[in-house]
Every structure is written in C-alpha cells, then in structure tokens.
C-alpha cells in the first residue's frame, strides 16, 4: 500500500520567514495531494491541494509543489505569521475507493 | 465550520465499559471515515462507510464497530475501554466513494475519549 513519509516534525520560524514541510510518497499512481491544518482543539481542515497532472498551485501564502518523478510533494508558506502555528498534514490517493494515507505531521510554531 | 458534526466533544469513562461517538456528515456528503489520534500521533484511519454500506477497514479493532444509518449518520461503538483507547477520534466526509481522486476529505472537531 501506499507509505506517506513528512518531514520535519517540528518547524520553528519566525514571523515573516517561509515554511516548507515536505513529504514523500511510495504509491506512483497516486494522483491527489491534499494538505490539511489542524489547530489545538480543532479537526484537521484542507487549506490547499493538487492533481498529479499540475506542478505547482498557490492560493495567497500558500503554495505545494509536486514532483512526480520523485514521488515527493511540499507545501510552502511565506510571511508567516502567529496563526500559521498548527500542526499540518499530507496525504495521498489515487482515487476511486482508495483511503488517503496521512503524513505523521509537521508542528510548525510561528515565534512573533 | 466544515459541516462536520461530532458529539459528545469530551466522553470520560472507565476500563471495561461502552461508549458511542456519534457524527453528522456534511449535507450532500455519502462517504464517512473515521480517525483515530493519540497523543504524538498521526491520523490512524479506523474504517468507511459510503451509503450505509462498509467500503474499507483500516487499524480497526475487534472491540469497535461503526455503522451508518438511512440518513447518513454514522456511529462509532468503543468496547471493553481499556486506557490505551484513550484519544481523539475524528470523523470526516466525502462526497464521493473515494477521496483521493475526486473531494477531500471533510473533518469534525472530534470526540475526546478519556478511558480512567
């Protein structure tokens, strides 16, 4: 099956600096990357994603790269700020009644 | 707000005892996961359920059992509590059959089991 690794498991930043958290998959025919950002006391909640037939997707601060040779997506966060500060998740599919596999998370800590 | 119900949000019992989670999919929204995280951990899927029907099993144990109803909501049955169990358990929904290809995945808040 498929094997999502995310690396790192924590970020530290300061405000205004970028984020990138990174996650590698197993599974080449899985074709749908979604991201997902949980705060304390919340359930994770899609902040962006992308289909294996596009490189790159930004919407504001918020970019993921794919790379489909390397079989390894990233999500990128600039001009970070306080709010960022949640633990965020990868995941992969390739669709119809596959279960996307997660990432472990990444605790990343915006510092103001 | 993801449309995502989920109660009770905090359930706090003993080993050995019984308890049921409780979720309301998004309106429109067929497929229903359920999650389970403990502490440090990632999101470990339990099973689906699309239209009343079982789809997939994941991590499940013998002692849970799930089940959706004729209007789409699902339970979550927890037996024989041991501490272990102790976690947050997460439903979520999806328009269709299988995430990946089509929707994501839309999550609740979570139910916290506290097993003492």
């Known amino acids: 099956g498929e094997n999502v690794e995310q690396h790192p498991s924590t970020l530290s930043v300061q405000e205004g600096d970028s984020a990138v958290i990174k996650c590698t998959y197993s599974?080449?025919?899985?074709?749908?990357f979604p991201w997902y950002k949980q705060e304390l006391g919340k359930g994770p909640q899609l902040i962006i994603d992308?289909?294996?037939?596009?490189g790159e997707k930004k919407d504001q601060r918020i970019a993921v790269t794919l790379n489909k040779t390397a079989k390894h997506f990233s999500l990128h966060i600039t001009e970070t700020q306080p709010e960022d500060s949640a633990v965020y998740f990868c995941?992969?599919?390739?669709?119809?009644?596959?279960?996307?596999?997660f990432g472990r998370g990444t605790s990343l800590i915006v510092h103001p | 707000d993801s449309g995502v119900t989920q109660t009770p949000k905090h359930l706090i019992t003993a080993t050995g005892q019984r308890v049921t989670l409780r979720c309301s999919p998004r309106?429109?929204?067929?497929?229903v996961y359920w999650y389970q995280q403990s502490l440090d951990q990632g999101l470990q899927f339990l099973i689906q359920?699309?239209?009343?029907?079982?789809?997939a099993k994941g991590n499940i144990l013998e002692r849970f059992s799930a089940q959706q109803f004729p209007d789409l909501h699902s339970e979550l049955n927890l037996s024989s509590l041991e501490l272990g169990d102790s976690a947050l358990y997460f439903c979520?929904?999806?328009?269709?059959?299988?995430?990946?290809?089509?929707?994501?995945?839309?999550f609740g808040n979570g139910t916290r089991l506290t097993v003492t």
């Open positions: 979520a929904s999806s328009v269709d059959l299988g995430a990946g290809g089509s929707s994501p995945l839309h």
């Open positions: 599974d080449s025919a899985s074709n749908y």
């Open positions: 992308i289909r294996s037939n596009v």
């Open positions: 995941a992969a599919s390739r669709g119809g009644s596959y279960i996307p596999t």
């Open positions: 309106s429109g929204d067929l497929s």
């Open positions: 359920y699309y239209n009343g029907e079982e789809r």
